[in-house]
């Protein structure tokens, strides 16, 4: 179990990356196909965990993930949080998380020294519109550009390149450095050569990402420790029971991989 508190004590640096719209079942068989070796070694066991996700689309499950709410085990039964909010008198919190005593987790981590950089991915991190300027508007500092966006066939590799570029910025200063992979968020027919996006290609959009992200998390760890957490936001509906897209209370949505480790 990863004790959060003490990793903002050491003043550890967070990765925290979003695989937008990856739905669990395609992580899970992606992996076991092993079209994703670079996660394979990374994760815990090689393995994703099924977890819920708070949210059903892109902004409100990153709201709810920027305030102490990352997805959830499919269980009664939850592990210690590994972050929330300064919670009510009466409410007991297990000594492991991190509390912080601010509107949102950035704000808190600020609180402790870290410099919070967003890469944005979808166009909720664009700054295109008001909307779209919500999220990274809530970092020290945001990055977007079109090449980062999911119509780009190499996103991955352009975002990976800007973290890397903003990690050697801070060599000695703990880093939030939050990465919104949009590879795996439609369209994504382009990893298939086909105009639809579909269960497959969203499996090839992400066996495209592993070798990028598997370099991002090399280039982070080579010189320091680092806590590691990836996750979707949502996932995405394919035409099961009728459905497509998201914003829906489907499991093909509501079910996402997660994955929290501390490098060596």
Wanted: hydrophobic share 40%; net charge negative.
């Amino acid at each position: 179990m990863i004790d959060a508190a003490e990793v903002i004590r050491n003043e550890t640096s967070i990765l925290f990356v979003t695989l937008d719209s990856l739905r669990y079942d395609v992580a899970r068989a992606v992996m076991r196909a092993g079209q994703t070796p670079r996660l394979a070694k990374l994760l815990p066991g090689g393995a994703w965990e099924e977890r819920r996700t708070p949210g059903t689309f892109t902004l409100p499950a990153h709201m709810a993930f920027f305030s102490g709410f990352l997805p959830k085990l499919p269980q009664p039964v939850q592990p210690p949080r590994l972050w929330e909010c300064r919670p009510p008198a009466f409410k007991t919190v297990d000594q492991g998380t991190f509390v912080f005593d601010a509107p949102n987790l950035l704000t808190g981590l600020a609180q402790h020294g870290y410099r919070t950089v967003c890469i944005g991915g979808v166009t909720y991190f664009s700054r295109e519109t008001p909307l779209g300027s919500v999220l990274p508007g809530m970092f020290h500092e945001d990055h977007w550009r079109p090449e980062f966006c999911s119509p780009e066939p190499d996103s991955t590799r352009h975002q990976v390149a800007q973290a890397l570029v903003i990690a050697e910025q801070y060599p000695s200063r703990p880093l939030f450095l939050f990465v919104n992979v949009s590879a795996t968020h439609v369209p994504h027919g382009h990893y298939t050569g086909d105009s639809k996006d579909s269960w497959q290609s969203q499996a090839a959009a992400l066996a495209y990402a592993d070798e990028h992200l598997g370099h991002l998390v090399d280039g982070l760890t080579r010189t320091k420790r680092w806590l590691i957490i990836m996750c979707a936001d949502h996932g995405d509906a394919f035409g099961e029971d009728g459905y497509h897209g998201r914003g829906i209370a489907h499991p093909s949505v509501l079910n996402v991989p997660y994955a929290a480790l501390l490098s060596e």
